[in-house]
C-alpha cells in the first residue's frame, strides 16, 4: 500500500480555529451479507487533526471487502481533555467506497461542541 490508506479524515475544531489533535476515530466495515459492522481499524488524529494510516484489525481495504465504511469519531472524549462539554458524545459517518484501489476517500469533519460538517475531500 501506498504512504495512507485509501480512507484518511482530517478533523478541525472550528470553536478554537486549529486541527483537533488527539481524537479517537474507530473505522468499521459492513458486512453485505446481513449489515453488521466490524470493527476493522483505529487510530488517533495527528498533531494536524489527520489520519492517513489505520491500525488495521481485520477485513479493512481487501479485494472481497465491503464498499461500505463507518467511522466513528470519540468526540466527548476530545472534548473532555480540553474541559469542554459537547452536545455530541461521538460522531459517525458512512462513506460508500466503491473503488478502494482507484480513488482516494479523505473524509474531512469540521467540528464544534455542538455542530459538525462533513464532505468528500480531495
Known amino acids: 500500500m501506498s504512504q495512507k490508506h485509501p480512507i484518511t479524515c482530517h478533523v478541525l475544531d472550528t470553536t478554537f480555529g486549529k486541527p483537533a489533535a488527539g481524537v479517537q476515530v ?3 466495515a459492513v458486512d453485505p451479507a446481513d449489515d453488521n459492522f466490524t470493527k476493522t481499524g483505529y487510530a488517533e488524529t495527528d498533531s494536524d487533526g489527520r489520519i492517513l494510516k ?3 484489525t481485520q477485513g479493512a481495504f481487501h479485494e472481497s ?8 469519531f470519540e468526540v466527548e ?3 473532555k481533555k ?3 462539554e459537547t452536545f455530541f458524545p461521538w460522531v459517525e459517518i ?3 467506497a466503491k473503488d478502494l484501489y482507484q480513488e482516494h476517500y ?7 461542541p455542538y455542530s459538525y460538517s462533513t464532505y468528500r475531500g480531495s
Do not use: A, D, I, R
Not at 65 to 72: A, E, I, R
Open 26 to 28: 474507530s473505522l468499521y
Open 54 to 56: 489505520w491500525t488495521l
Open 65 to 72: 471487502s465491503t464498499n461500505v465504511y463507518k467511522l466513528v
Open 77 to 79: 472524549e476530545y472534548y
Open 82 to 84: 480540553l474541559g469542554t
Open 94 to 96: 458512512f462513506v460508500n
Open 106 to 112: 479523505h473524509v474531512p469533519l469540521l467540528l464544534s
